[in-house]
C-alpha cells in the first residue's frame, strides 16, 4: 500500500502516553513499507548540570533505557527504525528541528503528557507548540491509536481558502480505498451557511480531483463539537483538519477548534499542513 507521507518521524518520550503513538507510527511503516525515524528529546540545562552532574548522569542513563527499549519494541512490532535523541532546553523546538534536518513530511506524535498540571490540558504544551511551529503535517495519537481502517473524515474551514487537508484526506482516502467525509460547520445565518456550502463544493471538487467522491455536510453548531459528532456518526477513524496560515493565526487556531477536535477526539487526527506553509515556519 502506497502512502501519501513517505518520511515519517516519530516523536517520543517511551512513556506510556506514548504508546498510541509508537503503535500507529509502527503501523504506517510496516504497513505501507516506509522508513520509520524517531527523535526522543531531552531536556538539556547546561548550567545545571555542571552544577548538578549527578543528575545529568541520571538523565542520560534514562533516556539510553528508554531508546533501548524504544528499539526493542520497534523490533518486536517487525519495524527497523532509526533512533536519535537530541537535548535542550524546549523538548519542541528539538522535535522541529529534527523534522526539518531529516526532511521528515510528517511527525507522529502523542496528544499529551503526564507531567503535573499539564497534564489536565486537552493537548500538552510540548505537543501544541509542536503543531503550532512543525514544518510538515503532525499525526498527534491519543494513548490507544491503531490505524484507519473505516473512514475519513476532513473539516473545512469556510473562512481558510487552503484546501491542503482535503487533498491529503482524498489522498489518503484513495491509497487506502476508504470512504471520505467532508464537514463544513457554520452559523445559523443565512450568509454564513451560504459560505460553508461554497466551501463545501470546492472541497468537493478537490476531493474529485484524486478521483475520490466525497459525503458532504453543513452542520450547525460549534465547530469542536459538531466535528466530533460527524466523526462519531460516519464511523471515521481518521479525523483531518487543517492548520491557518502564519504563525499566530496557527496559534489562534490551535487554541481553539484545533485543539479541541485534537484533544477530545478518541481517534487520530491529522493536522494537514502544505508544503509551502511549512517553509514559512522555518
Same mark, same amino acid.
Given at each position: 500500500?502506497?502512502?501519501?507521507?513517505?518520511?515519517?518521524?516519530?516523536?517520543?518520550?517511551?512513556?506510556?502516553?506514548?504508546? @498510541?503513538?509508537?503503535?500507529?507510527?509502527?503501523?504506517?511503516?510496516?504497513?505501507?513499507?516506509? #522508513?520509520?525515524?524517531? =527523535?526522543?528529546?531531552?531536556?538539556?540545562?547546561?548550567?545545571?548540570?555542571?552544577?548538578?552532574?549527578?543528575?545529568?548522569?541520571?538523565?542520560?542513563?534514562?533516556?539510553?533505557?528508554?531508546?533501548?527499549?524504544?528499539?526493542? $519494541?520497534?523490533?518486536?512490532?517487525?519495524?527497523?527504525?532509526?533512533? /536519535?535523541?537530541?537535548? @535542550?532546553?524546549?523538548?519542541?523546538?528539538?522535535?522541529?528541528?529534527?523534522? /526539518?534536518?531529516?526532511?521528515?513530511?510528517?511527525?507522529?506524535?502523542? /496528544?499529551?503528557?503526564? *507531567?503535573?498540571?499539564?497534564?489536565?490540558?486537552?493537548?500538552?504544551?510540548?505537543?501544541?507548540?509542536?503543531?503550532?511551529?512543525?514544518?510538515?503535517?503532525?499525526?498527534?495519537? #491519543? *494513548?490507544?491509536?491503531?490505524?484507519?481502517? *473505516?473512514? =475519513?473524515?476532513?473539516?473545512? $474551514? #469556510?473562512?481558510?481558502?487552503?484546501?491542503?487537508?482535503?487533498?491529503?484526506?482524498?489522498?489518503?482516502?484513495?491509497?487506502?480505498?476508504?470512504?471520505?467525509?467532508?464537514?463544513?460547520?457554520?452559523?445559523?445565518?443565512?450568509?454564513?451557511?451560504?459560505?460553508?456550502?461554497?466551501?463545501?463544493?470546492?472541497?468537493?471538487?478537490?476531493?474529485?480531483?484524486?478521483?475520490?467522491?466525497?459525503?458532504?455536510?453543513?452542520?450547525?453548531?460549534?465547530?469542536?463539537?459538531?466535528?466530533?459528532?460527524?466523526?462519531?456518526?460516519?464511523?471515521?477513524?481518521?479525523? =483531518?483538519?487543517?492548520?491557518?496560515?502564519?504563525? &499566530?493565526?496557527?496559534?489562534?487556531?490551535?487554541? @481553539?477548534?484545533?485543539? &479541541?477536535?485534537?484533544?477530545?477526539? $478518541? /481517534?487520530?487526527?491529522?493536522?494537514?499542513?502544505?508544503?509551502?506553509? @511549512?517553509?514559512?515556519?522555518?
Amino acid at each position: 500500500m502506497a502512502f501519501i507521507y513517505r518520511h515519517p518521524l516519530l516523536a517520543t518520550e517511551h512513556t506510556a502516553q506514548d504508546s @498510541g503513538a509508537e503503535a500507529l507510527a509502527f503501523a504506517l511503516a510496516r504497513r505501507c513499507g516506509i #522508513p520509520l525515524a524517531a =527523535v526522543l528529546p531531552i531536556v538539556s540545562n547546561p548550567e545545571y548540570e555542571a552544577v548538578a552532574p549527578q543528575i545529568a548522569a541520571r538523565a542520560e542513563a534514562q533516556a539510553a533505557a528508554r531508546l533501548q527499549g524504544l528499539a526493542a $519494541d520497534a523490533a518486536a512490532a517487525g519495524v527497523i527504525v532509526e533512533l /536519535r535523541a537530541r537535548r @535542550g532546553p524546549e523538548p519542541y523546538a528539538e522535535i522541529v528541528a529534527e523534522a /526539518r534536518e531529516r526532511g521528515a513530511d510528517l511527525i507522529v506524535i502523542r /496528544r499529551r503528557g503526564q *507531567r503535573g498540571l499539564l497534564a489536565n490540558l486537552l493537548v500538552g504544551e510540548m505537543v501544541r507548540n509542536v503543531v503550532a511551529h512543525a514544518p510538515c503535517s503532525v499525526l498527534v495519537a #491519543p *494513548r490507544v491509536a491503531t490505524m484507519w481502517s *473505516r473512514r =475519513v473524515l476532513v473539516a473545512v $474551514d #469556510p473562512l481558510a481558502g487552503d484546501l491542503s487537508p482535503v487533498a491529503a484526506a482524498a489522498a489518503i482516502a484513495a491509497e487506502c480505498a476508504l470512504p471520505l467525509s467532508i464537514v463544513c460547520v457554520s452559523d445559523p445565518g443565512a450568509d454564513a451557511i451560504q459560505r460553508a456550502e461554497a466551501a463545501l463544493q470546492r472541497a468537493g471538487s478537490a476531493a474529485l480531483a484524486h478521483a475520490v467522491p466525497a459525503d458532504t455536510a453543513v452542520r450547525i453548531g460549534r465547530p469542536h463539537e459538531q466535528i466530533l459528532a460527524a466523526a462519531q456518526q460516519a464511523g471515521a477513524d481518521l479525523v =483531518v483538519i487543517g492548520r491557518r496560515g502564519d504563525e &499566530k493565526l496557527a496559534r489562534a487556531w490551535l487554541g @481553539g477548534v484545533a485543539q &479541541k477536535v485534537i484533544g477530545m477526539a $478518541d /481517534r487520530p487526527v491529522l493536522v494537514a499542513v502544505h508544503a509551502a506553509e @511549512g517553509a514559512r515556519h522555518e
